[in-house]
């Protein structure tokens, strides 16, 4: 009988085929191909799976698990055959092939010669391409703060900021629109060192940042705007320091300097912060009652310049003294709301 001359490795020269040690270490004993239909005549009687060495590791970027692992299928080498051939038959890589039975690029191939048959490198699973965060809005109502919106959408402050062109001195108003950022898009902030202690505002100290940081969080609990806050740091900033002072002029007591003759309560109650402070704002919610008349109790307070709308409160012998303060308020609001 005629013998069939053995092929070389036609179509690609050895030059074009990476060295089989290329080929990363997962493509080898991965999922096998069943012989079926026409390709079936080659086929080998069944026999055990061959235990194919992975190639040495080097450096290749990572390649995505396969679910699952089969062991491989085998086929009988021909006379004429070529791993190209096979490979292409069975819908495989021929550089796969070669890798998973430790073939070389100029390795030669023999009738009788059994190979593992593996999918190709292309098979493996790649990873999804990351998506772009979704944003929705939230329109700004009265009493909103930026960290406010960004704590209910539970993402960062500075993401907010981020995504609205924003900086932490910036002032939002009822009505503008911002753009929330998704939480997967709001890395969480870095926690702060053990030594540093709580943040303080330009011009203050500990105390009066931790004191003009009260003010906004009530004003917050009792929905007061932004410039409602601003008007209550101004006047206890006027007045006290921003320190709660158990003294002032005559009977006057605490952030505020509210009197007890004049029924601002008692001295124990003028001195506990944040009922005083609830005193100021005034409203349905003043523990206080009606009288005196806190900021919210006072007719068109919004409408009023910002001395102005303080004096109605605290009825000062130096009203204009309050405006030189709505700035720096301004700053502080920015910095600790």
């Known amino acids: 009988m005629r013998r069939l001359p053995l092929s070389p490795l036609p179509s690609r020269r050895a030059s074009s085929w990476p060295a089989a040690a290329v080929w990363p270490a997962a493509v080898a004993g991965t999922i096998a191909l069943t012989l079926t239909g026409e390709n079936a005549a080659h086929a080998a009687p069944p026999a055990p799976a061959l235990a194919v060495i992975p190639p040495a590791p080097r450096a290749v970027g990572p390649i995505a698990p396969l679910a699952a692992t089969i062991a491989a299928a085998t086929y009988t080498v021909q006379p004429g055959d070529t791993v190209w051939a096979i490979a292409r038959a069975h819908g495989l890589d021929p550089a796969a092939v070669s890798a998973a039975n430790g073939l070389g690029a100029d390795a030669m191939i023999r009738p009788g010669q059994v190979l593992a048959l593996t ?65 997967a898009a709001s890395p969480a902030p870095a926690p702060a060192p053990a030594s540093v202690g709580p943040a303080t505002a330009p011009g203050l100290d500990a105390e009066q940042s931790e004191n003009a940081r009260l003010i906004i969080r009530i004003g917050r609990e009792l929905g007061v705007s932004d410039r409602g806050i601003l008007i209550a740091l101004g006047t206890a900033m006027q007045e006290s320091w921003l320190r709660n002072l158990d003294w002032g002029d005559r009977d006057s007591l605490g952030l505020f300097q509210q009197r007890p003759s004049a029924g601002w309560g008692s001295a124990e109650q003028i001195l506990d912060r944040e009922r005083s402070t609830r005193v100021f704002y005034g409203g349905s919610s003043d523990p206080n009652g009606p009288a005196p008349r806190g900021l919210l109790d006072i007719p068109g307070w919004e409408s009023l310049p910002y001395a102005d709308a303080a004096q109605a409160v605290q009825i000062s012998a130096y009203p204009d003294r309050y405006a030189q303060w709505e700035q720096p308020a301004t700053v502080w609001l920015a910095v600790l709301g």
């Open 119 to 183: 999918v190709a490198a292309a098979a493996l699973a790649a990873p999804a391409p990351p998506q772009a965060p979704a944003l929705t809005t939230h329109e700004v109502r009265p009493g909103d703060t930026v960290s406010a919106i960004a704590r209910a959408a539970g993402v960062s402050v500075d993401a907010v900021l981020a995504a609205n062109g924003l900086s932490r001195a910036s002032i939002i108003y009822p009505g503008d629109v911002l753009q929330i950022p998704s939480s």
